[in-house]
């Protein structure tokens, strides 16, 4: 069976899927592999096979002890945490591996359509659509809306107060626990928010699941006589004609609109199909860069066979020098690939903060009622480049401007893109207040296993 390449991550939830390669997709088929049998296995059949195949495709795989005991974890999403120690490379002094996992195949087939992902592992119902972060103390904001979601069919947008929780006021990080559980982790929840213009809305929102839209915005400005394209993409991940479709869409309009700059938003795209993210790379590069290097990706000794090197095939008639990416510790996986593999060849300005740093991937590999995902495979560009395992630095570091709406020029990030392109300088901003999201103070509280968000597959082709 032949895979077709994934690029996974985010600060928010975002899963992942497995079939055959379509003619259209140039990514690598992994290493050959033996089908498990349909037929549940025991739970030591099931650590045994899980440990088999890893010792075959793990990238670090000759640093994985003799040793180890498979049978001595609870489950595969165990044995993936262990594995991850024995991951060392030159120039790091801690282990690179933060990817490794394994979930159930149920999960996965849900989530790697691009259905809601968020709640799937707290809840069978689905959840809310929205992720909030404090902006301050006891600011609450919410981040991000999907629309077709609860929150947003309810009308709520990004940028807007939380200022109460069904009847509690205490919006401040030290109610973060009561926050979490009722925003990601509840059927239910009632909502006060406080609009930009002041005015406030009250809705009760339900646990749903819904499609995603990785499109969340594409217009196109006019700053000083300078037309300049707007891209809003949250994922790399859902039905690939339709994402396809998407990416023709806001291109054609693009050039049709004679932009001469691109501004391509993807603070919170934590990945998806590498497949997406060629087709992407390949309309927003210039024309000279057709039939050269795009991307590499490179497997462990046993199965060098398996190594691949991509070329550009410009598409669309996007002809620019230079590109912007507004990215953050959520930009992560294929979004990472697609800016590094753009460098050698375009004039790329980062703004906003460090990404977050996943220049590796993995295929799912069906084992029982399980996928697991041991790291398979590292990417680098036309120069070799690729082992930002500490993030990709940024050209400006900018805060998130988590009081406004998508598309807004006054948001922090989109206004110094702006500026820079039509003054050849960043925006200056004046530092604000460390964000702080709920998750992350809410003592032993999590939305998801960090490691679920970041990442990059071989999935099976559609």
């Not at 592999?33 to 195949?53: E, G, I, Q, Y």
């Not at 199965?303 to 510790?329: E, Q």
């Amino acid at each position: 069976m032949q895979l077709k390449t994934i690029a996974i991550a985010a600060t928010l939830p975002f899963i992942f899927l497995a079939c055959k390669k379509n003619k259209a997709d140039v990514a690598a088929a992994p290493p050959a592999l033996v089908t498990p049998s349909p037929v549940p296995l025991s739970d030591n059949a099931l650590k045994d096979s899980v440990m088999l195949l890893t010792k075959d495709i793990y990238l670090w795989n000759t640093q994985l002890p003799a040793t180890f005991n498979a049978r001595s974890y609870d489950d595969p999403i165990k044995i993936m945490e262990a594995i991850r120690q024995y991951s060392m490379e030159p120039g790091f002094t801690q282990p690179v591996d933060r990817y490794s996992f394994a979930i159930k195949k149920t999960e996965w087939d849900n989530l790697s359509t691009g259905m809601s992902t968020v709640a799937t592992a707290t809840s069978a119902n689905g959840d809310f659509g929205l992720t909030v972060f404090f902006r301050a103390e006891g600011d609450l904001r919410v981040r991000l809306v999907e629309p077709n979601s609860p929150a947003g069919i309810a009308g709520i947008h990004r940028g807007w107060r939380i200022v109460q929780i069904n009847t509690s006021t205490n919006i401040n990080t030290s109610n973060s626990t009561f926050i979490v559980d009722n925003i990601y982790n509840a059927a239910s929840v009632t909502l006060t928010l406080q609009k930009p213009d002041g005015s406030s809305v009250t809705t009760t929102l339900s646990q749903a699941h819904y499609a995603t839209k990785p499109v969340y915005l594409d217009t196109v400005y006019t700053v000083n006589n300078r037309k300049i394209g707007y891209l809003v993409f949250n994922s790399f991940l859902g039905n690939v004609d339709l994402l396809y479709g998407n990416l023709q869409r806001v291109i054609s309009h693009f050039t049709s609109e004679n932009v001469e700059d691109v501004i391509i938003d993807l603070r919170y795209n934590g990945g998806g199909y590498v497949s997406v993210q060629e087709r992407l790379a390949n309309y927003l590069v210039n024309p000279a860069a057709s039939g050269n290097v795009m991307m590499k990706q490179v497997y462990n000794a046993n199965n060098t066979g398996s190594n691949t090197t991509t070329k550009f095939n410009k598409m669309g008639a996007l002809n620019m020098s230079r590109i912007y990416f507004i990215v953050g510790r959520g930009t992560a996986s294929a979004s990472e690939l697609l800016i590094n593999n753009l460098k050698p060849y375009m004039d790329v300005r980062m703004i906003g903060g460090t990404t977050y740093g996943k220049p590796v991937g993995f295929s799912p590999i069906p084992v029982g009622d399980w996928y697991i995902l041991p790291v398979s495979f590292r990417s680098t560009n036309k120069n070799g480049e690729g082992n930002y395992f500490n993030g990709m630095a940024v050209n400006a570091t900018v805060a998130d401007g988590l009081d406004k709406d998508w598309g807004d020029i006054t948001e922090t990030s989109l206004a110094s893109a702006l500026r820079n392109i039509t003054s050849g300088v960043f925006r200056s901003v004046t530092p604000e207040p460390v964000y702080i999201e709920p998750a992350n103070v809410a003592s032993g509280n999590k939305i998801l296993e960090e490691p679920l968000l970041k990442l990059a597959i071989e999935t099976p082709g559609h």
